[in-house]
C-alpha cells in the first residue's frame, strides 16, 4: 500500500474567505441602504399620512364646531319660537276670553231688550183684549137689541108674506086647467117661492128670431101690443113647438111636458114693445105621464 501525500489547503481557503467577506459585508451595506431608503420612505408617508390625517381630523373637528353652533343656534331659534308662540297663545287665550265676555255681554243685552219688546206686546194685546171683549160686550148687547128687532121684523114679514099668500089668486089656464096661485109682481113671486111648492124661474124677453131657455123649455117672443096688454109667444117643449097667441098680463098659459102630470105655467106681469117679463112655473115634482 502506498501512501499518499498530503497537500497543503491553508493558504487556499485562507484566500477565498476574505473575497466572501467582502462580498458578505458589501451585501449589507446594500441592503442597510435600502432598508434606509425604504424607511425614509415610509417615514415620508407616514409624515403626509399624519398630515392628512390631522387637516381631516381638523376638518371634522371644524364640521363637528360649525355643526354644534348650528345646532346650538338653532335651539335657541326654537327656543324664541316657543317663547313666542307662548306668548301669543297666552294674548289669544285673554283676547278670546275678552271677547266670549263681550259677546256674553251682548247676549244679555239683547235678551233684555226682546224680554222687554215681548212685555210691551204682551201688555198691548192684554190691552187690546180688553178693548175687544168691551167692543164685543157692546157689540152683544147691540145684537141681542138687534135679534129682537129682527124678530119683531120676521114677526112682521110673516104676516106680511101670509097677508100676501092669501091676496093671491088662482085663475084658470088658457088649457081650461085651474090653475095654482098667480103672482103679478115680485113681491107676490117671492110669497109663491116661500110655498115651497113649484119651481119659478124669471125672464124678461125680447122680440127676437132667437129662442130664449127659460127653465127646461125655450120661448120666442114674436109679437107685443102694449096698448091691449097681449103678446104672442112661440114655446118650445119635448122638442114640440107651440104658438101662444095674443096672451093677456097675468093669464096662465099653461102646457104640459112628459115628465109632470101638472102643465107648466108662463106668467107675464109686464108687457111694452117688442119686451115682456115674467115668470116660469114648473112642478117639482116630475114623472112621467101615463
Not at 360649525?66 to 283676547?95: C, F, K, V, Y
Not at 109667444?233 to 113647438?241: S, Y
Request: charged residues 25%; proline residues 2%; hydrophobic residues 40%.
Amino acid at each position: 500500500m502506498s501512501e499518499e501525500t498530503p497537500h497543503p489547503v491553508g493558504p487556499r481557503k485562507g484566500g477565498l474567505a476574505i473575497p466572501i467577506l467582502f462580498g458578505v459585508v458589501l451585501a449589507l451595506v446594500a441592503a442597510n441602504v435600502i432598508i434606509f431608503v425604504q424607511l425614509d420612505g415610509m417615514k415620508q408617508d407616514l409624515s403626509g399620512m399624519r398630515q392628512a390625517l390631522l387637516s381631516e381630523v381638523a376638518k371634522v373637528r371644524d364640521a363637528a364646531t360649525l355643526s354644534t353652533s348650528s345646532n346650538r343656534q338653532h335651539m335657541n331659534d326654537l327656543r324664541q319660537e316657543m317663547e313666542q308662540a307662548r306668548q301669543q297663545a297666552a294674548a289669544a287665550a285673554g283676547q278670546a276670553r275678552k271677547d266670549a265676555l263681550k259677546h256674553a255681554d251682548q247676549l244679555a243685552r239683547q235678551l233684555q231688550e226682546e224680554q222687554a219688546k215681548q212685555q210691551a206686546q204682551v201688555s198691548a194685546q192684554l190691552g187690546e183684549v180688553k178693548d175687544a171683549a168691551s167692543t164685543a160686550n157692546s157689540k152683544i148687547s147691540d145684537v141681542s137689541a138687534d135679534v129682537g128687532n129682527v124678530k119683531t121684523d120676521v114677526a112682521a114679514t110673516k104676516s106680511e108674506l101670509e097677508k100676501t099668500i092669501a091676496e093671491l089668486k088662482s085663475v084658470r089656464g088658457d088649457l081650461g086647467v085651474q090653475s095654482g096661485l098667480i103672482a103679478t109682481n115680485a113681491k107676490e113671486l117671492a110669497a109663491l117661492r116661500s110655498l115651497g111648492q113649484r119651481n119659478y124661474y124669471e125672464f124678461r124677453l125680447t122680440k127676437s128670431k132667437r129662442f130664449q131657455k127659460v127653465g127646461s123649455v125655450q120661448i120666442q117672443l114674436t109679437k107685443t101690443d102694449a096698448k091691449k096688454n097681449k103678446y104672442t109667444i112661440q114655446v118650445i117643449a119635448d122638442d114640440k113647438r107651440v104658438e101662444k097667441k095674443d096672451k093677456n098680463t097675468n093669464e096662465p098659459v099653461q102646457f104640459y111636458m112628459a115628465d109632470a102630470h101638472q102643465p107648466y105655467e108662463i106668467v107675464v106681469n109686464e108687457i111694452a114693445k117688442n119686451q115682456i117679463a115674467g115668470y116660469l112655473s114648473a112642478p117639482k115634482v116630475l114623472q112621467a105621464r101615463n
